[in-house]
Every structure is written in structure tokens, then in C-alpha cells.
């Protein structure tokens, strides 16, 4: 995770009884597990919030890696093209990225934008989507990390990540109560946007956003409208 935090390989100590696996993730952990060995799935030790934390303060997770608690394991966030290595950042997705930083002017002054930085969802999950409007200034957050209930509207850049955010990230962001999601879908040159989270892990509304169309998001009492084609890289 990014806030001088959670970027190394987990090392377990000599004589610990799990294993952290590397691999995909689906949103499940029991499928996990058969994804990894069918005949005989093993048990996972699924790591809270506060355990991550600890982790970290101890040492034992290293800064500088791309990793985020998402259902207790520890995931490698994937930004990179379609084809592409893995653990490459893609040139459009790191654009849009910019393009999420740079909507924090229209926010002001009772929201901004956090670009690629952790939000807290006790027990299990400590996502880092790649921009999130948070109510109130940065400094608001100076003593803790933001919560799920400070967050108006999530966003993912989705290029090899795509099948991955619209179902385990989705499902993540919608029993978290966060009234909006949305997806920046690269290979299809548009924004799916989700609203009305429910505790079973939907969203009640999902609707596609192309170039020429206004994306509407609330931010308070108040209403911003964001040409889609500001958002695509």
C-alpha cells in the first residue's frame, strides 16, 4: 500500500504455520485455494487490518512494492496493458491516473482526490483504488487513514485488471457502503459506472459512460458534472 507503507514480499518466519501465495485473486478465498491445488485446498490465514499494520511497523513487510490487503491476502496490484508483464505499469493507465489527480481543482473546498492510496475496511481489506474523493481537506486525514464512510466516489483504472475490478474490487467497494464506483476501461475507451452498494456486494445500478457524455458525481449537496473524455486516457 502507498503511504510509505506495505510495498515489500511478506517474509514468514522459520516454523510459521501458512503460506502467503502469489497469484491472482478472484474475490474468493476458498477459490483461491482450488485454483492453487484442487485435490487438497489449503487453509489460509486471512490477515485483518490491524495485523497488516503491525506488520508493517515491525518490519516485516517492506516499503516499495505494490501490494494491497483485499479479503486478508496480500495482493499485487496489476497496472499494466493488456499482454504486458505484470508487474509493468501501463503508459494509459498511468495517464489516467494524472487525469484522476488532476480533477482534485474541481473539488474543492469540502472534497479532494487521493490518487493510489489505502482506504481502511475492517476486518480484512485495505484496498488502494487508484483515485478516491474523500470528503473534507488532506490534512483531515493527517492522524488516520480514510474509511470507507469518507469516500464519495472510488475509481480504478482497469486495462489486464479489468475482469479483476469489475468483480473482487467491486464486490470489496459495495459491502463497504461506497456510494459510487467507477471503473476507467481502457481497452473499451470508456467509464462503467456503478451506484447503489448493497451488504451482499452489488451495486443496484451499473451504467456505461462513453466520450461526449458527462459523468454526474455527488459530492455532498452538491452535484459536479465531468466531461467522460476527461477521464480517458
Same mark, same amino acid.
Not at 67 to 85: P, T
Not at 124 to 146: M, S, T, V
Not at 154 to 176: N, P, Q
Given at each position: +500500500?502507498?503511504? =510509505?507503507?506495505? /510495498?515489500?514480499?511478506?517474509?514468514?518466519?522459520?516454523? !510459521?504455520?501458512? %503460506?502467503? &501465495? $502469489?497469484?491472482?485473486?478472484?474475490?474468493?478465498?476458498?477459490?483461491?485455494?482450488?485454483?492453487?491445488?484442487?485435490?487438497?485446498?489449503?487453509?489460509?490465514?486471512?490477515?485483518?487490518?490491524?495485523?497488516?499494520?503491525?506488520?508493517?511497523?515491525?518490519?516485516?513487510?517492506?516499503?516499495?512494492?505494490?501490494?494491497?490487503?483485499?479479503?486478508?491476502?496480500?495482493?499485487?496490484?496489476?497496472?499494466?496493458?493488456?499482454?504486458?508483464?505484470? +508487474?509493468?505499469? =501501463?503508459?494509459? /493507465?498511468?495517464?489516467?491516473?494524472?487525469?484522476?489527480? !488532476?480533477?482534485? %481543482?474541481? &473539488? $474543492?473546498?469540502?472534497?479532494?482526490?487521493?490518487?493510489?492510496?489505502?482506504?481502511?475496511?475492517?476486518?480484512?481489506?485495505?484496498?488502494?483504488?487508484?483515485?478516491?474523493?474523500?470528503?473534507?481537506?488532506?490534512?483531515?486525514?493527517?492522524?488516520?487513514?480514510?474509511?470507507?464512510?469518507?469516500?464519495?466516489?472510488?475509481?480504478?483504472?482497469?486495462?489486464?485488471?479489468?475482469?479483476?475490478?469489475?468483480?473482487?474490487?467491486?464486490?470489496?467497494?459495495?459491502?463497504?457502503?461506497?456510494?459510487?464506483?467507477?471503473?476507467?476501461?481502457?481497452? !473499451?475507451?470508456?467509464?462503467?459506472?456503478?451506484?447503489?452498494?448493497?451488504?451482499?456486494?452489488?451495486?443496484?445500478?451499473?451504467?456505461?459512460?462513453?466520450?461526449?457524455?458527462?459523468?454526474?458525481?455527488?459530492?455532498?449537496?452538491?452535484?459536479?458534472?465531468?466531461?467522460?473524455?476527461?477521464?480517458?486516457?
Amino acid at each position: +500500500m502507498n503511504r =510509505g507503507r506495505l /510495498h515489500g514480499r511478506p517474509q514468514q518466519q522459520e516454523g !510459521a504455520p501458512h %503460506r502467503l &501465495l $502469489e497469484g491472482g485473486w478472484d474475490g474468493s478465498v476458498s477459490k483461491m485455494a482450488n485454483a492453487v491445488d484442487s485435490t487438497a485446498a489449503p487453509r489460509f490465514v486471512r490477515l485483518r487490518v490491524e495485523q497488516l499494520h503491525a506488520m508493517l511497523e515491525a518490519g516485516i513487510l517492506v516499503d516499495g512494492e505494490p501490494l494491497e490487503l483485499l479479503d486478508g491476502l496480500l495482493v499485487y496490484k496489476d497496472r499494466s496493458a493488456v499482454g504486458e508483464d505484470s +508487474m509493468t505499469i =501501463g503508459k494509459r /493507465h498511468n495517464l489516467a491516473v494524472k487525469l484522476l489527480a !488532476a480533477l482534485d %481543482r474541481e &473539488l $474543492e473546498p469540502d472534497h479532494h482526490m487521493q490518487t493510489q492510496g489505502p482506504i481502511a475496511v475492517p476486518p480484512h481489506d485495505e484496498p488502494e483504488p487508484d483515485g478516491a474523493i474523500l470528503r473534507g481537506k488532506p490534512r483531515d486525514y493527517r492522524d488516520r487513514l480514510p474509511s470507507a464512510a469518507d469516500a464519495a466516489v472510488v475509481f480504478e483504472v482497469a486495462d489486464a485488471s479489468l475482469a479483476h475490478d469489475r468483480t473482487g474490487k467491486l464486490a470489496i467497494y459495495a459491502r463497504a457502503g461506497i456510494p459510487a464506483y467507477v471503473i476507467v476501461n481502457i481497452p !473499451a475507451g470508456c467509464l462503467e459506472v456503478h451506484r447503489g452498494p448493497d451488504a451482499e456486494g452489488r451495486y443496484a445500478v451499473s451504467t456505461v459512460l462513453r466520450a461526449g457524455e458527462t459523468l454526474e458525481l455527488t459530492l455532498g449537496a452538491r452535484t459536479l458534472a465531468v466531461p467522460v473524455e476527461a477521464l480517458l486516457p
